[in-house]
Every structure is written in structure tokens, then in C-alpha cells.
T-cell receptor, first 113, second 111 residues
Framework: DTAVSQTPKYLVTQMGNDKSIKCEQN?????MYWYKQDSKKFLKIMFS???????INETVPNRFSPKSPDKAHLNLHINSLELGDSAVYFC????????????FGPGTRLTVT | RKEVEQDPGPFNVPEGATVAFNCTYS??????FFWYRQDCRKEPKLLMS???SGNEDGRFTAQLNRASQYISLLIRDSKLSDSATYLC????????????FGAGTRLFVKA
């Protein structure tokens, strides 16, 4: 019944490693997002996809690469992890349109040591 | 200037109090506005959309002033369960809709 799910929920890894976070939504939404929430709790958009196409790509290092195999999935791959990548990453989805509510996944807490 | 700015918190209020949060946004082309709520170590969830005419949902009232680029949220008769972080959210069209979250205002309601 989970609307937006993310795996894993926790991820602890060492600097320099490559890792992926998966996101799936079963709401039939056209648009999906990745957000980063840092230690100061500031939530910042990273990417936005609509019908598998990239719409928004904020100033994010190219070590971060989103991939949308289909409308229901938006995965995030991170290469060469750095200490500063430690944060909570939230996936979200929404119907198309400016006034659409966004539904968030439970978040993935990434710790880079 | 930040794109979306909110009152610095935290707000500590007793049960039953009325509390108001303010938010300003910098892009006059912004088109839609929301208040989200985030509980500790949880994901944000929509509290309410904000309309130019103002709107109310139970104890919660949201107002938008486009001329001043100002959004507010009023909570009446605060409950312990209202304790959370309240996020002001603005959507702006830049080829696609870009969603910007404010840094949030933390509310503690005490018995």
C-alpha cells in the first residue's frame, strides 16, 4: 500500500564508493523528484523528471546521476561518495501541474565515513 | 536573499495558544504556494495549499499576499500533536515547475 517507497532506508558507506538509491511510486503520477535534506534540515530539490524525461537539474555535482527506467521509478546513483554527501535523500512524486501536491517517500539516510 | 524565507524558530507555545508563521518569497513569477509539515525524522507531508483568497482547514488558516510576496499560516487552539516543523513551499515555472522549500519553522506545543 506504500505510495512512494525508497530503498534502502539507511546507507552507511565509505568515501570513494559508488551507491544507488531506488525509488518507486504506485500512484500513477507523471512527475518524480529527488531532494536532499542536509544536517541543517534544509530541503533542496536536486532533480525533477516528467514522464521519464529530465525537467529540472539543479546545480548538483555530476557524480549524481538519476535514472528513470519508467514513469513509476526514479533511481539515484552516486559515484565517488564524499563526506559532504551525508544527508537524508527524499524521493517524491506528483501529478503534473503547478498546484499538485507532492508525496514523499520515507527518505534514505546516507552516512559517508 | 533566499528564494523562500521563513521565521526563524523555534516557537514554544502552550496548548490552546494561537501561533502564526510568516514566509516571504523573492520571485514575483511564483505561481503556487503550500504549507507542508515535517515531523522529526519523517518525510514532509502537505498541510494545505495557499490561495489568494485565503483558505481555512479546521484550526489552520493560510493567507497569500501576492503584492507583498508574503504567505502566512495561523494555527488556532494549538494541540500537542501540532509540534513539528512547518515548511513554506513555493512553485515557480522555469521550463518546468521548480519547487522551493523554506528552511522551516519548528513549533513546540507544551502541556
Amino acid at each position: 500500500d506504500t505510495a512512494v517507497s525508497q530503498t534502502p532506508k539507511y546507507l552507511v558507506t565509505q568515501m570513494g564508493n559508488d551507491k544507488s538509491i531506488k525509488c518507486e511510486q504506485n500512484l500513477g503520477h507523471d512527475t518524480m523528484y529527488w531532494y536532499k535534506q542536509d544536517s541543517k534540515k534544509f530541503l533542496k530539490i536536486m532533480f525533477s523528471y516528467n514522464n521519464k524525461e529530465l525537467i529540472i537539474n539543479e546545480t548538483v555535482p555530476n557524480r549524481f546521476s538519476p535514472k528513470s527506467p519508467d514513469k513509476a521509478h526514479l533511481n539515484l546513483h552516486i559515484n565517488s561518495l564524499e563526506l559532504g554527501d551525508s544527508a537524508v535523500y527524499f524521493c517524491a512524486s506528483s501529478p503534473s501541474g503547478e498546484a499538485a501536491e507532492q508525496y514523499f517517500g520515507p527518505g534514505t539516510r546516507l552516512t559517508v565515513t | 536573499r533566499k528564494e523562500v524565507e521563513q521565521d526563524p524558530g523555534p516557537f514554544n507555545v502552550p496548548e490552546g495558544a494561537t501561533v502564526a508563521f510568516n514566509c516571504t518569497y523573492s520571485n514575483s513569477a511564483s505561481q503556487s504556494f503550500f504549507w507542508y509539515r515535517q515531523d522529526c525524522r519523517k518525510e514532509p507531508k502537505l498541510l494545505m495549499s495557499v490561495y489568494s483568497s485565503g483558505n481555512e482547514d479546521g484550526r489552520f488558516t493560510a493567507q497569500l499576499n501576492r503584492a507583498s510576496q508574503y504567505i502566512s499560516l495561523l494555527i488556532r487552539d494549538s494541540k500537542l500533536s501540532d509540534s513539528a516543523t512547518y515548511l513554506c513551499v513555493v512553485n515557480t515555472y522555469t521550463g518546468g515547475f521548480k519547487t522551493i522549500f523554506g528552511a522551516g519553522t519548528r513549533l513546540f506545543v507544551k502541556a
